[in-house]
Each structure stands twice: as C-alpha cells, then as structure tokens.
C-alpha cells in the first residue's frame, strides 16, 4: 500500500521560512516525479515545484528564487524549502509522486496547510 505522510506545514509571518517533507513508502517501481502543489480555496491545484529521480527541478515562477525542492532517493522523501514566504504563498500544500511509464501511478498526500500572515 502506497502512503504518503506530510510534515512541517503551519502558521508563519511573511519573510519568514518552513520546510515541508514528505516520506512514500510502498513505491515499487522508481523513475517518478516527485512534487509539491498548493490549492487554495476557489482555485485549481497547481504545481508549486516538482524533482525527477535524477534530480532535475522546475518550478512555478511565483517561487523561484525562494523555494528549493530536493529529495532523498535512500528514503523516499521529498522535502520544500520555502524561504521569504509571502502572504499569497498561503494554501494547502500537496505532495505528489507519479509515474508516466508503465507501470504508471499518481499518488497524493493528506495536504498540509501553510498560512503566511502579514
């Protein structure tokens, strides 16, 4: 059974930093995508930044600069450095692991919440 437990999320002031981590376990089969989305109220999920196995990155462009994504292949955790949070980075943050090539699979966490006040 594929799980995904989020950590780190919570209540800051703007400029202020978290770091979000993310452990999946039950994952068989490697070469995915690991990623963080953030969805706030009214809108669609959208990709904050996401990491290959091979450790290449993107990011949204409203983050750039401020966050880093990494991940540890050893044990399956992906983690966000968010550095100067700013009050519209505020959301419910996601972590994503998916698959493309067979055999495929797109797997969610439980969603942290992330809250940035002036």
């Known amino acids: 059974q594929v799980q995904l437990v989020e950590s780190g999320g919570g209540l800051v002031r703007a400029g202020e930093s978290l770091r979000l981590s993310c452990a999946v376990s039950g994952i068989l089969f490697r070469l995915n995508v690991m990623g963080w989305y953030r969805q706030v109220p009214g809108k669609q999920r959208e990709l904050v930044a996401s990491i290959t196995d091979d450790g290449r990155t993107n990011y949204a462009e409203t983050v750039k600069g401020r966050f880093t994504i990494s991940r540890a292949n050893i044990n399956n955790t992906v983690y966000l450095q968010m550095n100067s949070l700013k009050l519209e980075d505020t959301g419910v943050y996601y972590c994503?692991?998916?698959?493309?090539?067979?055999?495929?699979?797109?797997?969610w966490g439980q969603g942290s919440q992330v809250t940035v006040s002036s």
């Open positions: 994503n692991v998916k698959r493309l090539h067979i055999p495929a699979y797109d797997f």
